[in-house]
């Protein structure tokens, strides 16, 4: 079998096509190309990923197996993830670039790369595993509790989820290295990457002054009860849930609860009024199942990459939404960023919060 493997340069895409290539598959590494130039050097110690330097080691890695390699500029495409990341602060939400990329990119047009070179699969290195069952594709949690990437992978479909290829989602990042140190590649203690692709210097404040100009202007902090208790820089750079770097001090711990864009306010409030017993999420797409509008059904979601999951009832409703009631109100329910349902390590669906 033919497969199409998304190097970035990195350990885990590495591995997976060594991986690939000793189960004897007919193995291609693909290397996309974001044309973004860092403004000022990454932090020592960090890494990003889609640089010159990935791209190298990306294709050092394939000489090294023997394997074809390409590298496809998709320089247009990676500029509608960052209008998309930009349009979404400045509607007030916090956008997820990484969920965006893997649906419209590694598993969108790679998947039409793969088409054109006769390649049945494409691989990534995500912490995540697929299983058929009963006719259906299922995404299953990585076996690494603290790797697992199976909440970016939400959206999806059955027809996608059956041309993917996870390799290393049934091992653990330990594992994974010293697969690498005893193949001798030179990435094998790789760090690694932590800043978002098209950010590399990790400001993205930077890229919302830059791309929006004067839409990022001073306006008024608020508390809950509508007082004024001060100035910030620009809606556009705060998220709900943020407690750092507010440059306000009001005696007690406060935190973002709310952003209004129409009145350019960022509204402040303590911990309990940041927690929300329930949300509704759009674009729904259902994974394990197939819900009818007003199916109901138990699950743990997740509303963030980090966050455990917590128990709630999902509801399904009409035009591709659904409901979460939380049993217990969470906090920072973050719109713009994923709900993903799961039960047990299974992926049942997923959608976009409102």
């Not at 110690?45 to 889609?50: A, E, L, T």
């Not at 912490?127 to 909440?151: C, F, I, P, W």
């Amino acid at each position: 079998m033919k497969v199409l493997v998304a190097m970035s340069g990195g350990i885990d895409s590495s591995v997976s096509a060594i991986l690939l290539r000793r189960a004897g598959h007919d193995v291609a590494g693909v290397f996309m190309r974001h044309g973004v130039r860092a403004e000022r050097p990454a932090r020592p110690g960090k890494q990003g990923c889609c640089s010159l330097d990935d791209a190298y080691d990306a294709r050092r890695v394939a000489d090294d197996l023997g394997i074809p390699f390409y590298v496809l500029n998709f320089e247009e495409e990676f500029d509608a993830i960052i209008r998309y990341f930009v349009s979404e602060y400045h509607r007030g939400a916090t956008p997820n670039p990484c969920i965006r990329c893997n649906r419209d990119l590694k598993f969108g047009r790679l998947l039409e790369y793969a088409d054109a070179i006769g390649a049945h699969k494409v691989a990534t290195g995500h912490y995540a595993r697929v299983e058929e069952r009963d006719g259906r594709h299922l995404l299953r949690r990585g076996a690494d509790v603290n790797k697992d990437q199976s909440y970016v992978l939400f959206p999806l479909t059955q027809e996608r989820l059956a041309r993917c290829v996870f390799p290393v989602g049934h091992l653990t990042k330990p594992q994974v290295r010293e697969i690498a140190r005893e193949a001798g590649l030179r990435i094998a203690e790789k760090p690694e990457s932590m800043e978002i692709c098209f950010v590399p210097d990790n400001d993205h404040r930077r890229l919302l002054r830059q791309r929006l100009g004067e839409e990022v202007r001073a306006g008024e902090f608020r508390t809950t009860r509508g007082r004024v208790v001060g100035r910030h820089p620009g809606y556009q750079l705060f998220t709900i849930g943020q407690r750092k770097g507010l440059g306000v001090a009001l005696g007690r711990p406060v935190y973002v609860v709310a952003i209004d864009p129409s009145t350019n306010t960022v509204v402040l409030g303590d911990e309990e009024e940041l927690k929300r017993e329930s949300h509704d999420v759009r674009e729904v797409n259902w994974i394990a199942v197939n819900a009818q509008p007003g199916e109901r059904f138990e699950a743990a979601v997740k509303i963030r990459a980090r966050h455990e999951g917590a128990p709630a009832t999902v509801e399904a409703l009409r035009e591709g939404r659904a409901r979460v009631t939380f049993h217990e109100p969470q906090r920072a329910v973050t719109p713009g960023q994923a709900a993903v349902f799961y039960r047990d390590d299974g992926v049942l669906g997923g959608g976009w919060i409102e």
